[in-house]
């Protein structure tokens, strides 16, 4: 059974900075099509980034050019380097795993069937 485990979350000024992680296991992550989705508090959940084990990588528009996805296969973790945070940005952050690459890219991401608690992240202005 994957498991998946997010840290890095926390709170920050608008223009900061954040590097949330992700440690799969009972998965090989280099197999699998990795990613994160957010939800804030009343809106829908969004898919933010996703990553292929060939290294290829999808954004949402809404963080393209500020936030990065990599990958460290022989930690089998998975990481989301955010930069120029805004508050829009505010959310719970859960990482999210499947097998085979998604039809949709990062919007699938939240129909996953491996997904971990989430770590929150709030940007104030």
């Known amino acids: 059974q994957a498991q998946l485990v997010e840290s890095g979350g926390g709170s920050v000024q608008s223009g900061g900075s954040l590097r949330l992680s992700c440690v799969a296991s009972?998965?090989?992550?280099?197999?699998?099509?990795m990613g994160w989705f957010r939800q804030a508090p009343g809106k829908e959940r969004e898919g933010v980034a996703g990553?292929?084990?060939?290294?290829?990588?999808s954004y949402a528009d809404s963080v393209k050019g500020r936030f990065t996805i990599s990958q460290d296969n022989d930690k089998n973790t998975v990481y989301l380097q955010m930069n120029s945070l805004k508050p829009e940005d505010t959310a719970m952050y859960y990482c999210?795993?499947?097998?085979?690459?998604?039809?949709?890219?990062?919007?699938?991401?939240?129909?996953?069937?491996?997904r971990g608690q989430g770590t929150q992240v709030t940007v104030s202005s």
């Open positions: 999210a795993a499947q097998s085979g690459r998604p039809g949709g890219g990062y919007y699938d991401i939240p129909k996953f069937r491996y």
């Open positions: 009972g998965i090989t992550s280099r197999y699998y099509y």
């Open positions: 990553i292929a084990g060939d290294g290829s990588t």
